[in-house]
């Protein structure tokens, strides 16, 4: 299993940058045999996908409201996955989360991932 914690969210203004992290321990199954993606919640909405990489860290898929905007990375020997968030938009406000999944791609379903960490509010002025 896997225990997620994310940190590095915060206000920001539109046009404006942040990063996320999100910390992995695990223990029985290695990191590196998660795929790993990032949810977004925002007030009144339901959880959306956002981006997933695959176990290597090889390949990334984005939503099509953050594609070109933001970045996922998976760093196996430091067994963190990170977003960066570029060109912040008010519409990205919404608490991010972090999940694992023991697939080795990651799918857009939040059903599909077991491991949730507690999540880290992003909110975007205008």
């Known amino acids: 299993q896997v225990q997620l914690v994310e940190s590095g969210g915060g206000l920001v203004q539109a046009g404006d940058s942040l990063s996320l992290s999100c910390a992995a321990s695990?223990?029985?199954?290695?990191?590196?045999?998660?795929?790993m993606g990032w949810f977004r919640q925002a007030p009144g909405k339901e959880r959306e996908f956002v981006a997933g990489?695959?176990?290597?860290?090889?390949?990334?898929y984005y939503s099509d409201s953050v594609k070109g905007r933001f970045t996922i990375s998976k760093d196996n020997a430091k067994t963190t996955v990170y977003l960066q968030m570029n060109s912040l938009k008010p519409e990205d406000t919404a608490i991010y989360y972090c999940?694992?999944?023991?697939?080795?791609?990651?799918?857009?379903?939040?059903?599909?991932?077991?491991?949730w960490g507690q999540g880290t509010q992003v909110t975007v002025s205008s």
């Open positions: 990489v695959n176990w290597s860290g090889l390949r990334t």
């Open positions: 999940a694992a999944t023991e697939g080795l791609v990651p799918e857009i379903a939040g059903a599909s991932y077991h491991y």
């Open positions: 695990t223990s029985g199954r290695t990191f590196v045999n998660y795929a």
